[in-house]
């Protein structure tokens, strides 16, 4: 009989520093697909399945450098399998968390976040196409400069940019409706 042990990567040090920013990641990464697809079951599958996935792929990772946006890579690849399969972009639920929002506005909208709750800017998100929802997940919240993102979505750079325009100035449109209909029912949305 032969007995199957583990053997370690051929790189441990590659492996480790995929586990690592692997776990750093792990909240970033459900954070962005319940908000790409409004559920927090199949959330957790598609971290799941990324985490199963870049573990596999570690001996095909050539730059360690970018492992953060290789991970939202297999992350956003997952997703897109989900809704080739059946329609996947719903409009995003409420959470129970309550996610701070105010990295948004080094994005231009900054006025409109001002006056804006955490639901003005969940709605608002969900009710962009998943295009711009997703290139203004990775670039206002997550933080990814607008290569990265390119890269992740495997789009032109120019491509990103335009879109991400497109996405802020939807969201400073929603978020000032949101604002100045609050506004008129004397601040109750």
Known sequence: ?????????ADQHRAEGVYRVLLENLDALYGTAKRLT???DLAEDLVQETARKALEAIPALRDERNTRAWLFRI????IRDQ???KKLWVEVETDEEARDFSMISEGGISESVRGATAEDVRRALSSLPPET???????????FT??????????????AASRLSRA?????????AYRSRSSR?????
């Open 38 to 40: 409004g559920r927090a």
């Open 168 to 176: 802020r100035r939807q969201l400073r449109e929603l978020l000032e």
């Open 83 to 85: 809704a080739r399969r």
């Open 133 to 143: 929802r997703s290139l203004a997940i990775l670039i206002d919240i997550e933080e």
């Open 1 to 9: 009989m032969k007995v199957l042990r583990f053997q370690p990567p």
């Open 185 to 189: 029912r004397g601040g109750k949305p």
């Open 75 to 78: 992350l956003l690849n997952g």
């Open 146 to 159: 607008i290569a990265e993102a390119a890269a992740i979505l495997q789009i032109p750079p120019g491509t």
